[in-house]
Nanobody, 122 residues
Framework: QVQLVESGGGLVQAGGSLRLSCAASGLSFAVYAMGWFRQAPGKEREFVAGISGILRTTYYADSVKGRFTVSRDLAKNTLYLQMNSLKPEDTAVYFC???????????????WGQGTQVTVSS
């Protein structure tokens, strides 16, 4: 019954911006930690950014610090990832995930979306 649905991906030139959304249903959104992960072809899925459920603490991978911002809208049950100054190496499928604690390890998240493609051209 839990569903996470990503949207907002697309094709953008290097230096441009995108905002990804993750609409959540079937869970108590406000108490869950939410994370963004990404996976490029032939690569393992990696943590990008996350936000905790209670204190709204945020955490970012070193590769995106200063460029990406994670946030959540409790009224809309929606998680966001604002992506600025995009680089070709940001190209990947981006997934949102929900878990009981904010961590950087994917196996601690119980629920996952299907992903949205982000392609950054040089």
């Amino acid at each position: 019954q839990v569903q996470l649905v990503e949207s907002g991906g697309g094709l953008v030139q290097a230096g441009g911006s995108l905002r990804l959304s993750c609409a959540a249903s079937g869970l108590s959104f406000a108490v869950y930690a939410m994370g963004w992960f990404r996976q490029a072809p032939g690569k393992e899925r990696e943590f990008v950014a996350g936000i905790s459920g209670i204190l709204r603490t945020t955490y970012y991978a070193d590769s995106v610090k200063g460029r990406f911002t994670v946030s959540r809208d409790l009224a809309k049950n929606t998680l966001y990832l604002q992506m600025n100054s995009l680089k070709p190496e940001d190209t990947a499928v981006y997934f949102c995930a929900a878990g009981l604690k904010l961590t950087t390890t994917q196996n601690t998240y119980a629920y996952w979306g299907q992903g949205t493609q982000v392609t950054v051209s040089s």
